[in-house]
């Protein structure tokens, strides 16, 4: 059984370090259109939460920022890319069976991004990517571990009340047979009452008779 049960211990680990391994993509995205971008799957991202952290992230790119069906960054200026702007297009998408896809494509102006022509460029924004997706997944599983850690902290003090619950009525017991005796020797002391009052109303019967019999004597 020990041996089964790290068996698949093993397994579930490598499930989830594989489903955990970053990759930045280079490919042709579907942004307001098919261009030449970028793209990553955040594990155990949501999309709400993947658009709130990008949104952030992009402040620092200090373009103006608008999203609708996806996000567009108009005039970004960034000093590893270079002294031209450039504008940012990204799309977010919730997969089905867990996790973000994150799309995102540049245009330097007359060209989108490409790793052929732009290498050093393209390297700027695979390593953004890269980096962003880890810090957005591990954010998700911070915050799921405290939730975790939350309903653990619940039960804990849900087995302390049971402790102190089970404490109470073994002390509860323990009063009842202390009384339990006490009502015991009571008994037994209310059982040699009785003895001793049947042998009085015995005695105090003869009483009667004897004093029932001087009053029959008298004529």
């Not at 041996?3 to 930045?24: E, H, N, P, W």
């Not at 002294?83 to 060209?111: C, H, P, Q, R, W």
């Not at 997706?133 to 619940?154: F, G, S």
């Not at 009340?161 to 073994?170: N, P, V």
């Amino acid at each position: 059984m020990k041996k089964l049960g790290l068996g698949l211990v093993a397994i579930l680990f490598a499930a989830i370090s594989s489903t955990a391994q970053i990759k930045v993509q280079e490919k042709e995205v579907n942004i307001d259109g098919n261009k030449n971008g970028f793209e990553v799957f955040i594990p155990y991202g949501n999309e709400k939460e993947t658009d709130k952290d990008l949104k952030e992230e992009l402040k620092d790119w200090k373009g103006k920022y608008s999203s609708k069906d996806f996000v567009f960054v108009d005039d970004c200026k960034l000093k590893d890319m270079g002294e031209n702007s450039f504008d940012v297009y990204a799309k977010i998408v919730e997969e089905k069976d867990g996790g973000t896809t994150v799309s995102m494509a540049v245009d330097l102006g007359g060209a989108f991004l490409n790793s052929k022509e732009h290498g050093d460029q393209a390297k700027v924004i695979e390593d953004f990517m890269y980096k962003f997706a880890v810090k957005a997944a591990k954010n998700i599983v911070a915050t799921e571990i405290k939730n975790e850690e939350k309903i653990l902290k619940d039960k804990e003090k849900e087995l302390e009340d049971l402790a102190k619950e089970q404490e109470k009525m073994k002390s509860e017991i323990e009063d009842y047979k202390k009384k339990i005796e006490g009502l015991e020797k009571d008994i037994e002391e209310n059982k040699a009452s009785q003895t001793t009052k049947n042998g009085e109303i015995t005695a105090q019967k003869e009483v009667v008779k004897t004093v029932e019999k001087k009053k029959n004597e008298v004529r």
